[in-house]
């Protein structure tokens, strides 16, 4: 396996094992204890320990969350991944009181891999769109 391989794996597991399943031993496994957010989420530290609680808070507020990868591509330890994270809105989610209605948003991000661990993270997510299908914007 070539090393973008390698780092594309990486990044699949925490998509799939984590964030869609919920399995926070493989985010140990994951994630470098020196990890850095580059652009951390609305009231998320930008360590190891802020990503943590964002995954908790998200699986929280949608119970059922999970992605759909369409395509990964990697530079060397950078791997970029473009998804569609699903859900239903069950708990509290940027200040909005569940509502019980199905949301989809896209996201675009890029990871370092180094030695099989998570270093950084860089990423766009559509929370707008979040927020609309919330019915907490006005369109």
């Known amino acids: 396996m070539s090393p973008s391989d390698a780092a594309k794996a990486v990044v699949r597991r925490n998509t799939e094992e984590v964030q ?3 399995n926070f031993e493989v985010f ?3 994630f470098a204890d020196d990890f850095v957010d580059h652009t951390p ?3 998320s530290k930008a360590d190891k320990d802020g990503v943590r609680d964002l ?8 119970p059922d969350f999970y992605a759909d990868i369409h395509w990964q591509a990697a530079d060397g330890e950078l ?3 473009y998804k569609t994270y699903h859900g239903t809105h069950h708990g509290m989610f940027l200040g909005v009181a569940p509502t019980g209605r199905k949301i989809h948003f896209e996201t675009v991000d890029v990871m ?4 099989g661990k998570i ?3 860089w990423g766009v997510a ?3 769109s979040v927020m609309q299908q919330l019915g907490a914007l006005k369109t």
């Open 112 to 115: 370092r891999v180094r030695n």
């Open 55 to 62: 995954y908790h808070r998200l699986r929280a507020a949608f």
């Open 41 to 43: 989420q609305p009231n």
């Open 79 to 81: 791997v970029t991944t």
């Open 119 to 121: 270093t950084d993270h």
């Open 28 to 30: 140990e496994e994951l």
């Open 126 to 128: 559509n929370l707008f």
């Open 20 to 22: 869609s399943c919920g």
